[in-house]
């Protein structure tokens, strides 16, 4: 499994690319930044075809946050 530095780095750039925002922190929230129920599918697409991590819907919904989903990937 990767390091949650490398997660971070490769998260905040799906982010950006998905979300056309840069840069993205891993605190900023991922509906703040425009997000919404579509891209947060697209984004978990990629995040499952990219980095083999799957994430559910709702996961995303409640820890919109990169700092949180790690948090969430890691403890799983």
Do not use: C, H, Q
């Amino acid at each position: 499994m990767s390091t949650r530095t490398e997660l971070e780095s490769m998260l905040t750039r799906l982010w950006s690319e998905k979300l056309d925002v840069w840069p993205v922190g891993v605190e900023d929230n991922f509906f703040a930044l425009g997000g919404d129920s579509l891209l947060a599918a697209d984004l978990l697409m990629d995040i499952y075809e990219r980095l083999g991590i799957e994430v559910d819907a709702a996961v995303l919904f409640l820890k919109p946050t990169i700092a949180e989903l790690i948090d969430e990937v890691l403890a799983g």
